[in-house]
Protein backbone atom coordinates (compact mmCIF):
# COMPACT_ATOMS: atom_id res chain seq x y z
CA UNK A 1 0.00 0.00 0.00
CA UNK A 2 1.09 3.93 -0.76
CA UNK A 3 -0.19 6.54 1.39
CA UNK A 4 0.42 9.92 -0.44
CA UNK A 5 -0.42 13.34 1.48
CA UNK A 6 -1.04 16.68 -0.34
CA UNK A 7 -0.14 20.02 1.50
CA UNK A 8 0.39 23.39 0.25
CA UNK A 9 -2.93 24.68 -0.25
CA UNK A 10 -4.63 27.66 0.65
CA UNK A 11 -6.56 30.68 -0.37
CA UNK A 12 -4.78 33.16 -2.65
CA UNK A 13 -5.63 35.87 -4.91
CA UNK A 14 -5.78 35.85 -8.55
CA UNK A 15 -2.53 36.08 -10.26
CA UNK A 16 -1.13 34.32 -7.37
CA UNK A 17 1.25 31.45 -6.98
CA UNK A 18 0.79 28.29 -5.22
CA UNK A 19 2.92 25.09 -4.68
CA UNK A 20 1.42 22.09 -3.80
CA UNK A 21 3.65 18.50 -2.28
CA UNK A 22 2.67 15.02 -2.53
CA UNK A 23 4.65 12.80 -0.39
CA UNK A 24 4.34 8.85 -0.59
CA UNK A 25 4.82 6.85 1.81
CA UNK A 26 4.54 2.76 2.62
CA UNK A 27 5.52 0.52 0.04
CA UNK A 28 6.91 2.50 -2.45
CA UNK A 29 9.72 0.35 -3.83
CA UNK A 30 8.79 0.05 -7.60
CA UNK A 31 8.42 2.95 -10.35
CA UNK A 32 5.00 4.52 -9.97
CA UNK A 33 3.25 7.70 -11.98
CA UNK A 34 1.79 10.05 -10.19
CA UNK A 35 -1.30 12.37 -11.47
CA UNK A 36 -2.61 15.69 -9.85
CA UNK A 37 -6.72 15.97 -10.34
CA UNK A 38 -8.85 18.62 -8.84
CA UNK A 39 -12.59 18.61 -8.24
CA UNK A 40 -14.41 21.83 -8.25
CA UNK A 41 -17.94 22.04 -6.23
CA UNK A 42 -20.83 20.60 -8.50
CA UNK A 43 -18.08 19.51 -11.40
CA UNK A 44 -16.50 16.40 -11.68
CA UNK A 45 -13.09 15.25 -11.19
CA UNK A 46 -10.40 16.73 -13.85
CA UNK A 47 -6.84 15.65 -14.28
CA UNK A 48 -4.60 18.86 -14.06
CA UNK A 49 -1.19 17.18 -14.71
CA UNK A 50 0.90 14.02 -14.81
CA UNK A 51 4.35 12.63 -14.56
CA UNK A 52 6.10 9.49 -14.74
CA UNK A 53 8.42 7.63 -12.65
CA UNK A 54 11.66 9.10 -13.90
CA UNK A 55 10.43 12.70 -14.86
CA UNK A 56 10.71 12.71 -18.18
CA UNK A 57 7.21 12.01 -19.00
CA UNK A 58 4.88 14.37 -18.29
CA UNK A 59 1.33 16.06 -19.42
CA UNK A 60 -1.19 18.72 -18.59
CA UNK A 61 -4.59 19.54 -19.13
CA UNK A 62 -5.04 22.27 -21.89
CA UNK A 63 -6.65 24.57 -19.11
CA UNK A 64 -3.07 24.65 -16.85
CA UNK A 65 -0.60 24.69 -19.71
CA UNK A 66 2.21 27.62 -18.90
CA UNK A 67 0.80 28.34 -15.68
CA UNK A 68 1.59 25.13 -13.56
CA UNK A 69 4.28 22.64 -13.69
CA UNK A 70 4.95 19.36 -12.11
CA UNK A 71 7.82 18.25 -11.40
CA UNK A 72 9.06 15.51 -9.28
CA UNK A 73 11.53 15.55 -5.86
CA UNK A 74 15.32 14.06 -6.18
CA UNK A 75 13.68 11.18 -4.01
CA UNK A 76 10.95 10.24 -6.41
CA UNK A 77 8.44 9.93 -3.60
CA UNK A 78 7.75 13.57 -3.61
CA UNK A 79 6.13 15.29 -6.25
CA UNK A 80 5.28 18.93 -6.52
CA UNK A 81 2.52 20.92 -8.63
CA UNK A 82 4.00 24.64 -8.93
CA UNK A 83 0.78 27.20 -9.72
CA UNK A 84 1.19 30.42 -11.51
CA UNK A 85 -0.78 33.16 -12.35
CA UNK A 86 -4.07 30.93 -10.62
CA UNK A 87 -7.09 32.03 -11.61
CA UNK A 88 -10.76 31.99 -10.04
CA UNK A 89 -11.54 29.03 -12.05
CA UNK A 90 -8.58 27.09 -10.18
CA UNK A 91 -10.55 27.02 -7.05
CA UNK A 92 -11.13 23.02 -6.28
CA UNK A 93 -9.95 20.29 -3.81
CA UNK A 94 -6.42 19.24 -5.28
CA UNK A 95 -5.38 15.38 -5.17
CA UNK A 96 -2.42 13.67 -6.19
CA UNK A 97 -3.04 9.87 -7.24
CA UNK A 98 -0.29 7.18 -7.72
CA UNK A 99 -0.23 4.14 -10.08
CA UNK A 100 2.70 1.37 -10.72
CA UNK A 101 3.86 0.87 -13.90
CA UNK A 102 6.83 0.97 -15.95
CA UNK A 103 9.61 3.83 -15.54
CA UNK A 104 8.25 6.30 -18.31
CA UNK A 105 4.30 5.03 -17.77
CA UNK A 106 1.62 7.87 -17.09
CA UNK A 107 -1.95 8.18 -17.55
CA UNK A 108 -4.55 10.68 -17.92
CA UNK A 109 -7.73 8.31 -16.13
CA UNK A 110 -8.33 8.80 -12.78
CA UNK A 111 -9.53 5.14 -13.16
CA UNK A 112 -6.76 3.68 -13.75
CA UNK A 113 -4.83 4.95 -10.19
CA UNK A 114 -4.91 3.03 -7.30
CA UNK A 115 -3.94 5.08 -4.57
CA UNK A 116 -5.30 8.74 -4.00
CA UNK A 117 -4.92 11.55 -0.91
CA UNK A 118 -7.21 13.19 0.75
CA UNK A 119 -6.85 16.29 -1.14
CA UNK A 120 -6.07 20.14 -0.20
CA UNK A 121 -7.82 22.92 -0.36
CA UNK A 122 -6.93 25.64 -3.11
CA UNK A 123 -9.09 28.86 -3.37
CA UNK A 124 -8.57 31.94 -5.82
CA UNK A 125 -9.77 34.90 -4.81
CA UNK A 126 -11.04 37.28 -7.58
Keep these: ?22 AASGRTSGAYAVGWFRQAPGKEREV ?16 VKGRFTISRGS ?16 TAVYYCAAEYGS ?7 EYDYDYWGQGTQVTVSS
Design 1 to 22: QVQLVESGGGLVQAGGSLRLSC
Design 48 to 63: VAVVSWTGGTIEYADS
Design 75 to 90: DKNTVYLRMDSLKPED
Design 103 to 109: AWYITTS
